[in-house]
């Protein structure tokens, strides 16, 4: 190499070595005499120094070399006489005896720093050299570690990793696909994978018994805030197994990250929650368990008292905030506000303030002082405490009331970055019923597998059954999601039919999987998480995009790439492609 150490290892021991470095210029300092030049790699920054009075060519030549140069410094390694105990390589500096320009740079459009003066757009235009900075390039790095990690976990429990296709036909995941068209049959189309669920499901029925990939995965989906159209899966499957085996296998994989990374020993089982009772206490069937504050439901106590907003509605829950009867009624105001807000739905909210003396509510008129006291009784409310109640229809009051109870964790500062609560969520409905389409939708996918104490209420009462399904959750973030799978071709048939496919279309769709599952198709079920969630919940940042080298941005853009782009009109008439409402 080019380099004998590089920029983040030299330290005291090497003293009057002579080593040479390559790196960035990150800053450099001229006190009249002395230049100074910070030196940075992928592993840290090296202070180089040059001595008008021992070597002044090399002094006048370091003078004249800017920002972001890339360059190739030979000297002898000093302790330096101003230290700086911030970083491992602060005690020392090279007295550059040779130095070459491997590249000079251009002015960098912002500061290549710890922080910098670039606004987002700027530094995703720039995505190269935004990498080069430390916290960024920390991400990155973070993601490759957790990468390795699991693969060493999952190596060690005799899973292998199998690619699969990207070129393929639908999945039924739920969104819409991407769509490459083919140049060589003309109107026909590939599509890119949302998952590679049924390719893993086949691998099943090959014998490979346990598989797993690190995968991109494509949805077409409207943009939110953090959502990537591409995105990475740990995407796993095992066969000859029950939901049990599953959970506890990446349980054990969580827990090993969880030791890895962060260095955080989870003792016991993660705890499990049912669908429904993950809707009752939190609203959300994503809770985020680091504090309390469940929802209680106070329909019984608080309907039917001539208080007409409550008298007509089909559900009344509140949670109780610790501590908050002092929240002023402009804090009261921004709440209701909030609650109001189109994304959260509520009409309105009623609070009742507990002071030993006196009861303060807004409904103080249409309920008793003993009334209110049964509700903070219900609702384990005690002097000091604050009671948010919201009211309208079950599901729509209850994801408002999580959302609220989301706010005031926040606002209480109780989620701590560094508190990691997982926890499984399971037995969710296997179907969702669909006003628009008037259909069944599967709640996961077409392939996950009944409970089977439920499997009568197939031809009684469809959406009541219960899905061999599970979610891994943490701190609020759905982490992975996956279900034991049909593995029998009428059940599947079966599905199909519910799900309002006709035989034709399941056949034209599905056949090969159906076809395959006439071939011995072992008893198997699986897994997916998302490896980018997972990375930016273990980094503490709120946004995806940081653990990506090559992010697109919330319009689904690649800024520096400039793309989505249109095809020339020659690439075009090639694919047999006409673009309508240019
Ligand atoms: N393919 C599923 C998904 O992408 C995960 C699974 O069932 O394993 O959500």
Not at 439 to 468: E, V
Request: net charge neutral; glycine share 8%; charged share 30%.
């Amino acid at each position: 190499m080019l380099r004998t150490h590089t920029c983040g290892e030299l330290q005291l021991s090497s003293r009057e070595k002579e080593v040479t470095l390559c790196g960035w210029v990150q800053k450099s300092r001229d006190l009249g005499g002395m230049t100074f030049i910070d030196m940075r790699d992928r592993y840290g920054i090296t202070q180089l120094v040059f001595n008008m009075e021992t070597n002044a060519g090399l002094y006048n030549k370091a003078r004249k070399i800017g920002r972001e140069f890339v360059i190739c410094a030979t000297g002898i390694v000093k302790e330096r006489s101003n230290k700086n105990l911030n970083i491992p390589t602060g005690e020392i500096e090279i007295e550059v005896k040779e130095l070459k320009v491997l590249n000079p740079s251009d002015v960098p459009p912002f500061t290549i720093e710890e922080k910098t003066d670039g606004g987002e757009e700027l530094r995703m235009k720039y995505r190269y050299l935004d990498l080069r900075r430390n916290p960024v390039k920390k991400n990155i790095i973070l993601r490759y570690e957790m990468a390795r990690e699991v693969r060493k976990y999952l190596d060690k429990k005799d899973f292998i990793e199998i690619e699969t296709p990207v070129l393929i036909k639908s999945t039924p995941e739920g969104a819409r696909d991407f769509v490459v068209p083919s140049r060589l049959k003309a109107g026909e189309f590939y599509a890119l994978p949302q998952s590679p669920q049924t390719f893993k499901q086949l691998l099943m029925i090959s014998g490979f018994d346990k598989y797993f990939q690190l995968v991109k995965c494509f949805r077409d989906e409207d943009y939110r805030a953090d959502r990537q159209p591409e995105f990475t899966q740990i995407d796993c499957e095992m066969s000859f197994v029950e939901r049990d085996d599953i959970l506890k296998t990446f349980e054990g994989l969580a827990k090993h990250l969880f030791k890895k990374i962060r260095d955080f020993d989870y003792t016991g089982a993660f705890p499990r929650l049912s669908y429904s009772e993950a809707i009752e206490k939190y609203g959300t069937d994503k809770p985020d368990t680091r504090f309390g504050m469940l929802i209680q439901d106070i329909t019984e106590l608080a309907k039917g008292k001539g208080f007409k907003l409550f008298d007509s509605v089909e559900y009344i829950g509140g949670i109780c905030v610790k501590g908050g009867a002092g929240y002023s009624r402009k804090e009261l105001d921004t709440l209701t506000a909030f609650v109001r807000k189109p994304q959260i739905g509520a009409t309105g909210l009623v609070y009742v303030k507990l002071n030993s003396d006196a009861v303060k509510s807004s409904v103080d008129k249409f309920f008793t002082r003993e009334e209110l006291d049964k509700w903070a009784a219900n609702m384990k409310g005690e002097n000091g405490d604050l009671l948010l109640v919201l009211a309208g229809e079950r599901k729509k009051t209850l994801y408002a009331l999580s959302k609220l109870r989301l706010e005031m964790g926040k606002q209480l500062d109780l989620m701590d970055k560094n508190t990691f609560t997982p926890l499984w969520v399971v037995d969710f409905p296997l179907l969702e019923w669909d006003d628009e389409s008037q259909k069944y939708h599967a709640k996961h996918h077409p392939f996950t597998s009944a409970i089977k104490d439920d499997f009568h209420l197939f031809k009684t009462d469809p959406g009541k059954i219960r899905a061999n399904a599970y979610d891994l959750v943490i701190n609020g973030v759905e982490i992975g999601g996956g279900s034991i799978r049909i593995h029998d071709k009428q059940e599947q048939a079966e599905m199909f039919r519910l799900l309002g496919f006709s035989h034709e279309e399941a056949e034209k769709q599905f056949g090969f999987l159906m076809n395959a599952f006439r071939y011995g198709a072992p008893p198997h079920g699986g897994i997916a998480f998302g490896f980018d969630r997972w990375v930016t919940l273990f980094g503490g940042s709120n946004s995806i995009r940081d653990y990506i080298a090559f992010p697109k941005n919330t319009a689904g853009r690649d800024v520096m790439i400039d793309t989505p782009s249109a095809l020339s009109d020659e690439q075009l008439g090639e694919l047999s492609l006409k673009v309508v409402n240019k």
